[in-house]
């Protein structure tokens, strides 16, 4: 495993030409090296360390990277900002038809791609300010990708033998940054960045590799930029074992009985047995008119307690069901309330809230736009099983200002159940009411809210309320009417982003910061489409092409899970994972030969075929507008009733965006970033 730094090699640019001299907000003095320089992780964070450490700090712009200069400890102290990573993994072989490739140097992201180009005036800056400082304070977020980033920066921009001491903080409030710099811990061991540097290069050397290696085998039909790697083939794996599931699947018969049952004069539905004979469901309507007694009567009170607060998972799940917001864009909400410092550090697997953050304090402060934040009454808040070393759960500040109505949504829910954990109970009576009649079951079970508790502020929970009639064992219960529902049972769901990133937590697949993200790759690489995740055709071609391969299997990438998390631990060598990891990634690579069913797949991707309805046709309203491809290869849509048709491009995979065209009322197509209407005779094509 080589992992260099060309930046450190090439010595960076030469600092004659880049002085620390421009003015700053605070007046005209110059910028100047300090003993002490601190590594945010971020911008936003480095100025509001900078408030909370010293009110008269001052800021200066260096070759357009601003910088905090402050006081600290009776020592003057410099923040610099990254912008997350700086530096990432590379290799020199731009040929994407070369592989394997093993030799990867660490590189600012500037010299990798243009958009980045602010990370090497960063490192160049770090560069010049940790040559000459006594003491480096690593101020990222406090997790394996806040550390990788801050040792990085140490490392190679010249600081990694300086004293290095650590800023551990789960929110960006003064006083909580105040607190974690007081408390500095000595970082002498880099086991957490070490696991974060290997996860970064095994991933980077997995999708460089596989990525080359399944868009070879298509470059003979058209350049495509496929990818593959060590998460994303396990997920997309699963999603294919769900299709197959569902198109393999035989519907069986089975009637659903329910029931008007009369009891005591009052009349109230129940609910019968599952049948899965038409026989037994013809036996059972005969009951109409007949008699039997209430078996059972069961009364009793239930108190439900709030759920936890929040972890990252959790809220992900339950943004998407009530806001129907994708985990991906969930995580990126989170992340800028947490630099505005309204809530506490997102990438959290923890469902406790510890007494440190002071909850009646964080309360007072919520009290002024959540009048139930008042008059909560837990002393010690409802918490959850799972835990996480580094951070507490999500939980509001009562500070920041949140300003998009994504913020404003997102921002409620972390507050809600914040304040829901601690409130009250939820009481709720519950009745149960059993009757037989000729040995046939029917039940009803009733619910009456008692006290809402916790659910008036949390209230994306409903308690639905069904009242059943007083009754007692041995009453008359007299069937009235007995419906029975043919139905047949239904294939297991496709996923959709909420349930496959449960899928993915329930199996270790990836970690709580990079899930969100994998599945969003899926969808940008075409691989899916739809809420309900289906696969197109060429997610499918690319999970047959490596159907057979350990490399999309879940044991593989959580048994690599696992040796990361020893290595965080201390208990494991980078270095041997590392070779492990190369070796069976060679072993797979060679088995692999050409593949005709990725092509055929490939190429039914290309003509568009994976969709066959555009919708309703605008001609005669009751048709649809089927796809279809002539034999020549013409594509076109054909009304499947009056046979009206429109001409399709000739590739591309084309989506419909389920909107019309505001000039003819045809739907309006995509392909790619452009938007078209498929009518030629559309009159807005002439203006």
Known sequence: MVQRSKFQRAGGVAWSAHRLDMAGVAGS????????????????????IAMALDGDYKAFNVNGIKIYQ?????????????????????????????????????????????????TGAIAELAKRLLKDAEQVIIACDYDIEGETIGYNIAKYCGG?????YRAKFSTLTALDLRSSFESLIKREKWSMAEAGRTRHYIDYLWGINLSRLVSDEVRHIRYANLSMGRVQGPTLFELYKREFDINTFVP??????????????????????TLYSQNDSLYIKKLEGKSGLVRLVKDYIERIPPPPPFNLADIQKEAYRILKMNPWKTLSILESLYLKAAISYPRTSSQKLPASINYKKILGKLAANYQEAGIAKRSIPV???????????????????????????????????????????????KKLIIADVEGVSFTAEGLEVISLGWVSTYYF????????????????????????ASKFTKPPPRYNPSTLLEWMEKNDIGTKATRGEIIRTLYKRNYVDGQRMQLTNLG????????????????????????????????????????????????????????????????????????????KCPVCGVGNLVFHRSARGKRFLRCDKCGASAPMPSRG??????TKCKSCGWPLMRRGRWVFCPNPACPGKEK
């Not at 990694?160 to 290095?164: A, E, G, L, Q, W």
């Not at 009242?467 to 008359?476: I, R, V, Y």
């Not at 092409?545 to 980078?574: A, C, H, Q, W, Y």
């Open 29 to 48: 003095n110059p910028a100047r090296p300090t003993p002490i320089v601190i590594i945010a992780e971020k911008k936003d964070a480095a100025e509001r």
């Open 70 to 118: 402050i006081k600290f400890n009776g020592k003057y102290a410099t923040i610099i900002p990254a912008r997350g990573h700086i530096f990432g993994l590379n290799s020199d072989v731009k040929n994407r038809r070369i592989y394997p490739v093993t030799d990867l140097e660490w590189e600012t992201l500037s010299s990798i791609n243009k958009k980045f180009s602010d």
């Open 160 to 164: 990694i033998d300086k004293k290095i």
């Open 252 to 273: 069986r018969p089975y009637w659903q009985i329910s029931a008007q049952v009369d009891i005591n004069g009052e009349k109230i539905n129940m609910t019968g047995p």
């Open 383 to 429: 918490e959850g099983k799972s835990t996480d070393s580094a951070h507490p759960a999500i939980y509001p500040t009562g500070e920041g200002k949140v300003v998009t109505q994504d913020e404003k949504s997102v921002y409620d829910l972390v507050a809600r159940r914040f304040i829901s954990c601690f409130m009250d109970n939820a009481t709720v009576r």
């Open 461 to 484: 929970r409903e308690l639905n309320e069904v009242k059943l009639p007083d009754s007692k064992e041995g009453d008359k219960a007299l069937i009235n009417k007995v419906y029975v």
């Open 540 to 615: 499918y071609g690319v999970t047959r092409f490596f159907i057979n391969s350990p490399i999309i299997t879940v044991d593989m990438t959580r048994n690599l899970e696992i040796s990361l998390e020893k290595i965080e631990e201390g208990s494991m060598n980078s270095e041997s994972i590392s070779l492990q990891s190369i070796n069976l990634l060679f072993e797979e690579i060679g088995k692999h030969r050409e593949s005709e069913e990725l092509s055929e797949y490939f190429k039914l991707y290309l003509s568009g075929e994976k969709i066959a309805n555009f919708g």
């Open 653 to 658: 995979l084309i989506t419909t965006t389920k």
